[in-house]
């Protein structure tokens, strides 16, 4: 279906955060938004004020009247929604034009300029800083982040002037396939999702393929070290990154007293004196990356100096909740093992001298049976580690698959306790910290209000 000739919209899984955001362009269009999801959310509460039209059980009845045209309906559905699901069947067999989210993507970058940011880990934070400097400066652009931008309250940004259109690209099921993008970072090609691929040169393979489709003209920036091969088409310029070395790379860097500056060196017009508005030492590779895209895309220096120095972060990246020289805590997406690795390391080198707790649950099943020991030497830079039970999302358990596989595998020194989710509340409540972190994608990240709460009455 073209673009010009859909009426309405209707989401099978419209509370992700990835697909919220293309809900909120249709519904910016004017167009009737509906959609199906398993529980509400702040996204699924704050996308029916906007205008969607949700409900919240699996039943074909509930389709608003609109979205039942099938000549002017599209549908777009998430690949964690289960085959059988019942809506879904009824538009698959009922003529609708049925679309996962990534091709719905797909046909953006094909009618605009596809900015897209793939990689294993740092996407969502470099595609948002990306966002942000483009943005706020005279080029502009559209974004579909896949998370809460703390500078604009939302995962989608909309620009009535721009061609250029952020995108962050979607290893999981090979959805990055359907891009066409105009330039793409890569930030890293650790193996993960092997549920799907089966095997570290499929997951690989997949990212070379990725390559394929950028448009001549265009560019690739990729992280240096990495074990995939690119192979882009004629006219597509490759350059490298990293925060030591590179085409684009830091220098002169300076981390202390709640402060990061460095020089970005770029091969196009080099910056000095860049502060990050949100100084984590991952955000240096993170920002150079970002102003990498944003500079061979026509940002001026003054432009990636202010949009670097004004980036707030993203919801649940890093997120300080209480920062102060009594107490730190925060909370942290990470869920692959060297997310894991690089969200500890950063905070031991901001707090070099402080015993920090972290809270993990474990997301899937077939992750941590591919990484726990991966997921226990990335932990165990920490000196005391609190482990719940995994976080199924879209899979059924496995027969000896339990958070006591990474519990096992921590080193020797490492402090370590296993409680129940239902229990975390508890055990904040019952132990002080100096600096606590909350880890993972499942949905601890729920009690992280609550535990703000229990935190901040006891520094009163």
């Known amino acids: 279906m073209k673009l010009e000739k859909i009426q309405s919209v209707y989401f099978v899984g419209i509370g992700g955060i990835g697909m919220s955001a293309i809900a909120r362009y249709f519904l910016q269009k004017g167009m009737v938004v509906g959609g199906y999801d398993k529980t509400p959310s702040a996204l699924t509460i704050q996308l029916e004020k906007e205008g969607a039209l949700i409900h919240y059980e699996d039943n074909v009845n509930a389709i608003p009247q609109a979205c039942k045209m099938a000549d002017h309906t599209l549908v777009i559905y998430t690949p964690a929604i289960p085959a059988d699901h019942s809506e879904l069947v009824y538009f698959q067999e009922n003529g609708f034009d049925v ?46 982040l896949g998370g809460i931008s703390k500078n604009y309250g939302t995962n989608y940004i909309l620009s009535k002037k721009s061609k250029y259109v952020v995108i962050e690209a979607d290893e999981f099921d090979r959805s990055f396939h359907w891009l066409r993008p105009w330039m793409s970072v890569i930030t890293s090609t650790d193996p993960d999702h092997l549920d799907i691929y089966g095997t570290k040169e499929a997951y690989l393979e997949s990212f070379r393929h990725y390559t394929t489709l950028i448009q001549p003209g265009g560019a690739l920036i990729i992280h240096t070290g990495l074990e995939v091969k690119p192979e882009v088409q004629d006219g597509v310029r490759t350059y490298t990154y990293g925060r030591d070395k590179g085409d684009f790379h830091a220098e002169n860097v300076k981390i202390g007293e709640g402060s990061i500056t460095f020089d970005f ?35 001026s220096s003054e432009e990636l100096r202010y949009g670097m120095k004004t980036y707030g972060g993203v919801d649940r990246r890093f997120d300080f909740k209480i920062n102060t020289p009594k107490m730190v805590f925060l909370s942290d997406y990470a869920h692959h093992p060297k997310e894991i690795y690089q969200s500890a390391k950063s905070i031991r080198e901001l707090y070099k001298n402080r015993r920090i707790t972290a809270i993990f649950q474990p997301h899937l099943y077939t992750r941590t049976r591919d990484f726990y020991k991966e997921f226990a030497d990335a932990l165990s830079q920490l000196d005391q580690v609190v482990l719940t039970e995994i976080y199924p999302a879209r899979e059924e358990p496995i027969p000896g698959v339990t958070s006591e596989l990474i519990y096992d595998n921590l080193r020797e020194g490492v402090e370590k306790e296993m409680i129940n989710k239902a229990d975390v509340l508890d055990f904040v409540e019952k132990n002080d910290f100096d600096v606590l972190v909350v880890l993972g994608a499942g949905d601890l990240d729920n009690d992280v209000p609550e535990i703000e709460k229990i935190l901040r009455k006891k520094l009163s």
Not at 277 to 297: R, T
């Open 99 to 144: 679309e996962k989210r990534a091709q719905v993507l797909g046909l953006l970058t094909q009618s605009n300029k596809g900015l897209c940011f793939a990689g294993t880990h740092g996407k969502t934070t470099t595609s948002t800083m990306c966002a942000h400097i483009m943005h706020q400066g005279v080029i502009d652009c559209n974004a579909f």
């Open 265 to 299: 060196i770029s091969p196009l017009e080099s910056v000095t004196n860049i502060s990050l508005g949100q100084p984590i030492p991952i955000n240096i590779e993170n920002g150079i990356a970002a102003m990498a895209m944003a500079q061979l895309n026509g940002c």
